[in-house]
């Protein structure tokens, strides 16, 4: 166990919703996060994002979603130790959650998609499933992407 990532976030975000027909709505807004560590400056970071979502109802039951976002400000990298890394990094620490990796904080630009499917099972529950994208980019060429599917089942109490 570590309490390397032990800390606060903060999220501040403002958006405009729009209903473009009965079953097409869209946000587009801009957002920005903070996060104090309570152990590591690595983990200490901020950015600031816009983001354009889109929603359409295919009836009572389900729909379909999107949104994009992208990011400006810090990313942290866990790696192995990195010569490259350490003349670019904002601040490092050794992760021992990933054995002998270090953690790094970078300046970076990141964009994610989303696009997804809502099924309401009932009126307390939802299953939802979607497909992330995401690509980092960092100074010096340092760049990162990753693709993950996620399945939730929402329930409302």
Known sequence: QSELRDGARFNVNAAVHQRLTERLSTNVGAAYEKRIADNADVFAW?????????????????????????????????????PAFKQIANAIADDPVFGKRRAYRLDAEADTLNIGADYRINSNNKLNVGLQ?????????????????????????
């Open 133 to 157: 994208y995401a690509l980092i980019q960092a100074e010096a060429s340092h760049e990162y992407d990753a693709t993950q599917l996620h399945i939730s089942w929402l329930h409302r109490f």
């Open 46 to 82: 901020q950015r600031y994002s816009v983001f354009l979502a889109g929603n359409y109802q295919l009836n009572e039951k389900s729909a379909l979603f999107a949104s994009y976002t992208h990011h400006i400000g810090d990313q942290v990298f866990v790696a192995t130790p990195s």
